[in-house]
């Protein structure tokens, strides 16, 4: 598995993906085909933003409906090499890692649940891949001047926890998440960089 800065070549396996009813988004599903009509209207637009360090790209839709303006982000896809052993051309696409941070390592808004998210599509998982892309996406955290990330999850998610302590991430608190996510429960993990 490799990170790769998102283009136009991969776009056939996340369509297929997205068409197939995964969604990278758990906290909004419908995300998924909001995203596929993006990419359908203007690929080059929506392949634009993937690296957005000034946070100058489209609104954020947040889990209760309402819109926030972008900050300094970038995404990157999960790609299958042959050791994977993908099918197909469209199954080498494995799924999505995302950071996003404020100058200066400053706090992120509450709505923001962390600076790194990631989602792996159910036909790739339980087989390390989202546990490599925290690893990779680490020196790109470094590059941007971050000194540490937090990231956030579930109570019950056993294996996102994981990832995050396997690459030293310690548990900083039990918090609620916020009127935007209907006060659901969270935990929030520190990685030192
Ligand atoms: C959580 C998720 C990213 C894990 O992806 P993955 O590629 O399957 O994870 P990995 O294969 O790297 O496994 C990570 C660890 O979790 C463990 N694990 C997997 N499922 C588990 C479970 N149900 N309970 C406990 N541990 C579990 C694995 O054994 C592995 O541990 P190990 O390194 O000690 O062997 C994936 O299930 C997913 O996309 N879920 C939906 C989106 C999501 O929850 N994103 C994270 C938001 S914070």
Known sequence: MQLVRPA??????????????WSPNTTRPEAAQEELATIEA????????????????????????RQVPR???????????????????????????????LPGNAPLPPHVLGHVGYAIVPWHAGRGHASAALGA????????GLHFIELTTDPDNLASQRVITRHGGVLVEHFDKGPTYGHKPGLRYRIDL
């Open 8 to 21: 136009i070549t991969h776009l056939p396996g996340v369509m297929a993906a997205l068409r197939s009813g």
């Open 42 to 65: 203007d690929a080059a637009d929506y392949l634009r933003w993937m690296d957005d360090p000034e946070g100058r790209g489209p609104p954020v839709t947040l889990a209760d409906g």
């Open 137 to 144: 996406i680490l020196p790109l955290a470094r590059q941007q």
């Open 71 to 101: 900050i300094p982000g970038l995404r990157r896809w999960l790609w299958a090499d042959d050791s994977d052993a993908p099918a197909t051309e469209i199954q080498r696409f494995i799924g999505v890692i995302s950071l996003r941070w």
